[in-house]
């Protein structure tokens, strides 16, 4: 049940550890109770909660992309976002028989999300640069895909809500692929995740070689 919550507390730019039992409630941590629409915060000794920046997290996913070519972020930060259980913060996907592809993804930050940071299931992407650590469920994800180019990434300290909350199973992990033709990682940084740091799934093929160019990073 604690895998799948959505809610997400920051108090001085710091992570509050949720908990479902209000009885069991430490310093550093919070509690919702749907019942009586309340939410309850213990705060570390020495925080003042008059002078204090507390943010809760309301939105779910940040940036979603359906049946589109041609898109590039570059530079932004997606943070906090309140997500359903293995949803992305950042979404690119394709469905009803079409396809999604030349997506850039550069020196953008995915992280401090309640679930997953990076979603993507199109063709021809390059994500470089890009710090997608501090997720709930997982950093960067996808398949179904050819032609990929990841270089100096980082996916770090991920999937701290999905193993808190005893959720060991499928796709939890710092990055996982999974049926991507022609895929390339260099210099990839996966470290202190709570599930598996680089996760290379089934039915991947050519990971060293390429046949399709990523799209150019102008």
């Keep these: 049940e604690l895998a799948a919550r959505r809610e997400l507390v920051f108090v001085g730019g710091q992570r509050l550890a949720q908990v479902l039992n209000k009885t069991t409630l430490r310093e550093g941590g919070f509690h919702v109770d749907e019942a009586s629409n309340k939410l309850t915060l213990k705060l570390r ?18 940036f979603y992309i359906w049946n589109h070519d041609n898109i590039a972020i570059r530079g932004i930060v997606f943070q906090h976002s309140a997500n359903q259980f293995r949803q992305a913060a950042v979404a690119f996907q394709e469905g009803q028989g079409r396809e999604c592809r030349n997506i850039i993804v550069v020196d ?17 992407a390059l994500m470089r640069r890009n710090r997608a650590n501090d997720n709930g469920f997982g950093g960067i994800m996808g398949g179904n895909a ?28 710092g ?9 390339t990682a260099r210099r990839h940084e996966a470290k202190y995740n709570y599930a598996d740091g680089f996760w290379i799934d089934t039915n991947n093929t050519n990971i060293k070689e390429r046949k399709s160019a990523p799209p150019k990073d102008m």
């Design 45 to 62: 000794a020495g925080l003042n909660p008059n002078t204090t920046t507390t943010e809760v997290a309301v939105r779910e996913q940040l």
């Design 108 to 124: 953008t930050v995915i992280s401090n999300n309640g679930q997953l940071g990076l979603e993507n299931y199109c063709d021809d």
């Design 146 to 173: 050819n032609g990929w180019l990841l270089e100096d990434n980082q996916t770090n300290r991920n999937a701290w809500r999905s193993w808190a909350g005893g959720y060991k199973g499928w796709a939890t992990a």
């Design 175 to 183: 990055l996982k692929v999974l049926d991507v033709a022609n895929f």
